[in-house]
């Protein structure tokens, strides 16, 4: 049986009055991500992973912010069409975990929902996905909260009949 394990990182500027999605999840805050897409860096993380377990490349591979397609685009949106990909090169997500790098608020309360959201797209139980956040201790840009940064790993199986690699 064919494992292959990935991992992402993604970081976003935080702007004043910008809306502020993770993890699929539009959180109650003054302050916002800034990017081409929605900005979601648990999702954009996720897909990176993704795409690196499976050899597929990375998310601005796929979806180039030059491209104005991408622009404003709900990441729940790349997080399917990724997924699409590395179904097609005959693997499965067995898990993914993230450790999210926010100085505040804190996520705790929305960390099921995001999980949940995760789980829909991915068509896996909420059990196989994990979502951690922690503060940089006011240090760095995290600790200024000028960003918000995220990693991820995912583990993939293959399910290609003739079991050789893809
Ligand atoms: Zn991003």
Same mark, same amino acid.
């Given at each position: 049986m064919n494992y292959r394990?990935?991992?992402g990182?993604?970081?976003h500027k935080l702007k004043k009055g910008n809306l502020l999605w993770l993890g699929g999840i539009l959180i109650k805050h &003054?302050?916002?991500?800034?990017?081409?897409s929605d900005a979601d860096v648990i999702l954009h993380s996720i897909c990176d992973a993704l795409l690196g377990a499976a050899g597929l490349g990375d998310i601005g591979k796929h979806f180039p912010d030059?491209?104005?397609a991408f622009k404003g685009i709900d990441s729940k949106i790349l997080l399917k069409e990724t997924y699409r990909m590395v179904l097609k090169k005959k693997f499965k997500v067995i898990?993914?975990?993230?450790?999210?790098?926010?100085?505040? &608020?804190k996520i705790a309360t929305y960390i099921l929902a995001m999980r949940n959201c995760i789980g829909k797209i991915l068509k896996i139980s909420?059990?196989?996905i994990s979502i951690k956040a922690t503060t940089s201790e006011g240090m760095g840009f995290i600790?200024?909260?000028?960003g918000v940064a995220?990693?991820?790993v995912c583990l993939l199986r293959s399910f290609y009949t003739k079991r050789k690699w893809v």
């Open positions: 394990i990935g991992i990182y993604d970081v &003054p302050y916002g991500v800034e990017g081409h030059t491209d104005m898990n993914t975990d993230t450790t999210l790098s926010l100085q505040e &608020p909420p059990f196989q600790g200024r909260k000028e995220a990693h991820s």
